[in-house]
């Protein structure tokens, strides 16, 4: 069985944690910032998890992580 490529740019986005999970950061965070709130602004710098929705597909794009 050959070696499987890990999707590099989902390397870059996500990690994954000891229980299995995997962690993304939000978005709307890179710019147009000063129409946004300093609440709203807050609480997008905070880590969250990927949804158990897309979680399988996060998982065979980083089959070592």
């Known amino acids: 069985m050959p070696k ?7 390397a870059k986005r996500f990690k994954k944690t000891a229980s299995g999970k ?3 950061g939000q978005s709307k ?11 709203t602004k807050r609480h997008l710098r905070q880590i969250t998890l990927v949804s158990v ?13």
């Open 53 to 65: 929705a897309d979680t399988p597909k996060v998982a065979r794009m980083l089959p070592y992580a």
């Open 4 to 10: 499987l490529k890990t999707h590099s740019g989902a």
């Open 22 to 24: 995997f962690k993304r």
């Open 29 to 39: 965070m890179r710019h147009i910032l000063t129409s946004k709130s300093v609440k």
